[in-house]
């Protein structure tokens, strides 16, 4: 059964930081992402990275804030978020492919966690 959890978010002030993983079991992927989505907005790319060679893309409204990693050897995908800002509250979603090529839309994933919350105070 493929599955995707993620975990680490929560609440933090403006200007913190936070760390959100993502385990995924039940199948290799080649690549992953975070999304986010915002109350009553739609679910919005975030970062992407390849599972071989660790490719990274960001959108440009995290770019110096926010760093995506995995480790491969343990099928997991991480979002370093540093100097939080209000706007950046929103519930964020693992996800992941089996498709040999990928960018940042919805519909490049297969597979998605349920997601985490990230709350922050201004």
């Known amino acids: 059964q493929v599955q995707l959890v993620e975990s680490g978010g929560g609440l933090v002030q403006a200007g913190g930081s936070l760390r959100l993983s993502c385990a995924a079991s039940?199948?290799?992927?080649?690549?992953y992402a975070w999304f986010g989505q915002a109350p009553g907005k739609e679910r919005e790319f975030v970062a992407r990275i390849t599972r071989s060679g660790g490719l990274t893309y960001y959108a440009d409204a995290v770019k110096g804030r926010f760093s995506i990693s995995r480790d491969s050897a343990k099928n997991m995908a991480f979002l370093q978020m540093n100097s939080l800002k209000f706007e950046d509250t929103a519930v964020y979603y693992c996800a992941a492919t089996i498709k040999t090529l990928f960018r940042s839309g919805t519909s490049d994933y297969d597979y998605w966690g349920r997601g985490t919350q990230v709350t922050v105070s201004s």
């Open positions: 039940g199948v290799t992927f080649s690549g």
